[in-house]
């Protein structure tokens, strides 16, 4: 079946420490990936997405490659921020194309910036 | 604008009791997804809806009835309110042409059952 498996939280970081927050998945197929962000009482938010293997997602200094042969999909960046504080996401898409597509997410990973 | 809005954002209520959440989209998308956030944050899916029609349920209880009116608009109605239902409900949104669309979230309907 497909599921995705992200590193436990909380991550505690000083600002502009670098991140990593580590990503596998099993699936069928070849799944899109995601990386969703939700701050504190909010909704999730798209980060990045790769959409076949090789491809690197980008956004706000978040990068993310889609690795086939180790299955991952780690988000890093090399400067983290007070304002990064949240909860991220990793997610992929899975389905037969059209309606039946879900998100199937990571259980999130906590990170936590200190000033 | 608005792109995916929930109604109420906040439902406290008694077991027992039955309730509904509204959720809409101004995006012009054709499917819409109801996820549940359980209160360790792990999300799942439990309905889509594309043009009006089920398209996923996931071994969600019976108590949950979800309705779509139209491809703008997607409900949920739960009955006899149980405890394990405090949770918070997200709508999202996409379009049904690729597997790798992005699905859009409303900012979330936080249910709590006393």
């Known amino acids: 079946g497909n599921s995705v498996t992200q590193m436990e939280g909380p991550v505690t970081l000083s600002e502009e420490a670098f991140l990593t927050i580590n990503c596998t998945y099993t699936a069928t197929g070849y799944p899109s990936l995601f990386w969703y962000v939700q701050y504190p009482g909010e909704g999730l938010q798209l980060l990045l997405k790769a959409t076949k293997a090789d491809d690197k997602g980008s956004n706000k200094g978040f990068e993310a490659t889609y690795r086939k042969e180790t299955t991952s999909f780690h988000l890093e960046k090399g400067s983290v921020q007070v304002s990064d504080s949240a909860v991220y996401f990793c997610a992929l898409s899975a389905g037969y194309g059209g309606a039946t597509n879900k998100l199937i997410f990571g259980t999130g990973t906590l990170l936590a910036v200190q000033p | 604008d608005t792109a995916v809005s929930q109604t109420p954002k906040y439902l406290v209520t008694q077991m027992g009791n039955d309730k509904s959440i509204k959720c809409e989209q101004n995006?012009?998308?054709?499917?819409m997804y109801w996820y549940k956030q359980d209160s360790k944050k792990f999300l799942k899916i439990m309905f889509s809806?594309?043009?009006?029609?089920?398209?996923i349920n996931e071994t969600v209880p019976n108590r949950f009835s979800p309705k779509s009116p139209d491809k703008a608009h997607l409900n949920l109605h739960i009955n006899s309110l149980e405890l394990g239902d405090s949770a918070v409900y997200f709508c999202?949104?996409?379009?049904?042409?690729?597997?790798?669309?992005?699905?859009?979230f409303g900012p979330g309907t936080r249910l709590l059952v006393l």
């Open positions: 995006l012009g998308h054709d499917t």
């Open positions: 999202a949104s996409s379009t049904s042409e690729r597997i790798e669309e992005t699905q859009y």
């Open positions: 809806y594309n043009n009006k029609e089920l398209i």
